[in-house]
């Protein structure tokens, strides 16, 4: 069973950039869908991007397309998450999470697992 700790949040001003960072124990990457997700105050936790080993595919929430860019890297067994240009909405509390390594799960962000502790990105002026 993977664990996943994820890390790289803080505040930011609006227009910065963040890398955030998923590291896995217990289990090597390569062999899942790695998903991020988010949740802000008052709202539901939203899927923000995905990455399937199967076929390499990667998924975008609309509203982070072109600013965002989701990766990994096998040999540090740790997925990452940059994001550019940031906005106040993006402001929430980052959480990443495996799925079976299948384009079905991670474009439509279901069926993960393994969820980490979450880190706080604070996007404000």
């Known amino acids: 069973q993977v664990r996943l700790v994820e890390s790289g949040g803080g505040l930011v001003e609006p227009g910065g950039s963040l890398r955030l960072s998923c590291a896995a124990s217990g289990g090597n990457l390569d062999n899942y869908a790695i998903g991020w997700f988010r949740q802000a105050p008052g709202k539901e936790r939203e899927g923000v991007s995905c990455i399937s080993n199967s076929d390499g595919s990667t998924y975008y929430t609309d509203s982070v397309k072109g600013r965002f860019t989701i990766s990994r890297d096998n040999a540090k067994n740790t997925v990452f998450l940059q994001m550019n240009s940031l906005k106040p909405e993006d402001t929430a509390v980052y959480y990443c999470?495996?799925?079976?390594?299948?384009?079905?799960?991670?474009?439509?962000?279901?069926?993960?697992?393994?969820w980490g502790q979450g880190t706080q990105v604070t996007v404000s002026s």
């Open positions: 999470a495996e799925a079976p390594p299948h384009y079905y799960y991670c474009s439509n962000y279901i069926g993960f697992g393994s």
